[in-house]
């Protein structure tokens, strides 16, 4: 069955750099990838067998009927990049100021391609229906998956795949989470109304600065003293603005955060905790708040059995020294909304290659991978896509 796989994999290897060299020189930011999508698209319809179809303005996707009956798998891959200025100097370095794929979404949309054009050249082979989707603006809240599931790119799907590169996994390793695998991310934004003066007479104030300075640190305690040890919970305030002068106690300040959670209960706990320490902290010194709480990006959940036959494929392909067991991620990723309509595997594919440029992590302006990932992760993707649809 899997005569001829490996060569195709060879052939479209150079193609598949060249594409995410292509796709790295011209970077977009969410919802504006306009040309990012016309590129792929493109490509795509010079694939025999695939229904291209634009669900959005800045997204694609393609179909792959497979010759015999089955179910339907869905490959995402995300193209949007972020608003950082890169720092590198390669020759395929960003022509757009101030815009970098900086996170890896241009390898991800690389793979994607090698994969469906590897996978529309063995139809035959196909049992059931594979479904390529390059998503739109994952970067930027709310997120382009759910405009995606919005337009109809999850209806049928069975089960969903998705690949993120990461530098600090070595190249030639792929690394597997059971069950939550990256955080939901939301995010708070506080204001505290006090009552201002002059620094010389405190007394004659509510002072918004030292009651913010008591919350900031009792936040901390939901985590250290109000959360069962065992689980995983981060709250961060990120920015404390207030006042204008040396001498002036201000008449409010506002405060900003980050929480990071994986299960629906610790969620919700942590967002009643955060409202009880302001009303405590405030009603104590007469002050009063104002609470914005964002819920971001859903846990992504791995599921369990999707997970394992992703790991027997690595196994069957590279032995089991290929495989980077790793705890869960505090990140957040909008790939989480897929996997509310179907159950699925996020992977990690190495990129990590300590001899080269490779020592910088996601989201830095130095960002780059080793190269030679991108075979392994089309290699993958290709192989687990048809171990899922037989199974």
Known sequence: ???????????????????????????????????????????????????????????????????????????????????????????????????????????????????ATILSQIQDQIQGEVRFIFQHAEELFPGGSREMIQAGAMAGVDKILGLHVMNHIPTGKIGIVYGPAMAASDTFDVTIQGKGGHASQPHLTIDPVAIGAQVVTNLQQIVARNLDPLEKLVISVTTFHGGTANNIIPDTVTLQGSVRSFTK??????????????????????????????????????????????????????????????????????????????????????????????????????????????????????HAALKLLES
């Not at 497979?66 to 995402?76: F, H, K, M, T, Y």
């Not at 959940?301 to 036959?309: G, K, L, S, Y």
Request: aromatic share 8%; proline share 4%; with cysteine.
């Open 1 to 115: 069955m899997m005569i001829g796989i490996e060569d195709l994999i060879d052939q479209t290897k150079a193609d598949v750099i060249t594409w995410r060299r292509q796709l790295h020189k011209y970077p977009e930011l969410s919802f504006q990838e306009e040309k990012t999508a016309q590129f792929v698209y493109d490509k795509l319809c010079t694939l025999k067998k695939l229904e291209v179809s634009r669900p959005t303005k800045t997204s694609v996707m393609a179909r792959l009927i497979g010759s015999l009956p089955g179910n339907v798998l869905a490959i995402r891959a995300d193209m949007d990049a972020l608003p950082m200025q890169e720092e590198n100097s390669f020759e395929f370095t960003s022509q757009n100021p101030g815009v970098m794929h900086a996170c890896g979404h241009d390898a991800h949309t690389a793979m994607l391609l090698g994969t």
């Open 265 to 382: 209960d610790v969620r919700q706990q942590a967002t009643e905790q955060i409202k009880r320490v302001l009303d405590g902290i405030t009603a104590a010194h007469g002050a009063t708040y104002t609470l914005d709480y964002h819920y971001g990006y859903d846990s992504v959940e791995n599921n369990v059995a999707i997970t394992r036959i992703v790991e027997e494929t690595v196994e069957n392909l590279w032995g089991k020294q290929a495989i980077e067991d790793m705890t869960p991620l505090m990140g957040g990723e909008d790939f989480a909304f897929y996997l509310n309509e179907a159950p699925g595997c996020f992977i990690f594919i190495g990129t990590g290659n300590p001899g080269g440029r490779t020592l910088y992590p996601i989201h830095h302006p130095k960002f780059t991978i080793d190269e030679e990932s991108l075979a392994i992760g089309v290699k993958l993707s290709v």
